[in-house]
Antibody, heavy 118, light 109 residues
Framework: QVQLVQSGAEVKKPGASVRTSCRASGYSFTTYFVHWVRQAPGQGLEWVGMINTSDGGTNYSQKFLGRVTMTKDTSTSTVYMELSSLRSEDTALYYC???????????WGQGTLVTVSS | QTVVTQEPSLTVSPGGTVTLTCASSTGSVTSCSYPNWFQQKPGQAPRALIYNTNSKHSWTPARFSGSLLGGKPALTLSGVQPEDEADYYCLLYCGSAWVFGGGTKLTVL
């Protein structure tokens, strides 16, 4: 069955960077894009960006340009998201999401809580 | 950047019908595409319900349907059940970016 398993919670200080992972299983990894979506406590969903798992191409939300980097490791079917220059407003649950052909975002990871606090 | 607006909250009686909409600041749906709808319950990850305006996933209950209403993507729940109480989000592809709506909190009362 399709699964996206994310890494554990992180606590970081302002100004630091965080790298979180998303391991895919149960399907052909390079056939589907992977997106990252975040949700601040009590707030709605926010698109961060996506990576083409076939060629590594990326598309980031303008809001995160210059601070976010998404990479992949095809040998382990894992996608990574690094967010730098963290501030308290980056405290959120970060989800990875699979995009199937046709634009459907069908499977979601369980989320990684990133807390930014001094 | 495109802003996507949803009704902040709606209330429906059990067995009733309710329609949620998704409006982009650019105007009609032709500026944005691939409408998706998600359901999120407290403490859970979002669950995909509808994609490409009106296509359902294998797990989507039959009472959920997607459409265009006056050019805006819409999600209709017919025969609402108590377990449908949740937050609902739409997602649109606008230009080269994906944009979520602010979400609709649906109360079943």
């Amino acid at each position: 069955q399709v699964q996206l398993v994310q890494s554990g919670a992180e606590v970081k200080k302002p100004g630091a960077s965080v790298r979180t992972s998303c391991r895919a299983s149960g399907y052909s990894f390079t056939t589907y894009f992977v997106h990252w979506v975040r949700q601040a406590p009590g707030q709605g969903l926010e698109w961060v960006g996506m990576i083409n798992t076939s060629d590594g191409g990326t598309n980031y939300s303008q809001k995160f340009l210059g601070r976010v980097t998404m990479t992949k490791d095809t040998s382990t079917s894992t996608v990574y998201m690094e967010l730098s220059s963290l501030r308290s407003e980056d405290t959120a649950l970060y989800y990875c999401v699979r995009e199937a052909p046709g634009g459907t975002h069908d499977y979601w990871g369980q989320g990684t809580l990133v807390t930014v606090s001094s | 950047q495109t802003v996507v607006t949803q009704e902040p909250s709606l209330t429906v009686s059990p067995g009733g019908t309710v329609t949620l909409t998704c409006a982009s600041s650019t105007g009609s749906v032709t500026s944005c595409s691939y409408p998706n709808w998600f359901q999120q319950k407290p403490g859970q990850a979002p669950r995909a319900l509808i994609y490409n305006t009106n296509s359902k996933h294998s797990w989507t209950p039959a009472r959920f349907s997607g459409s265009l209403l006056g050019g805006k993507p819409a999600l209709t729940l017919s025969g609402v059940q108590p377990e449908d109480e949740a937050d609902y989000y739409c997602l649109l592809y606008c230009g080269s970016a994906w944009v979520f709506g602010g979400g609709t909190k649906l109360t079943v009362l």
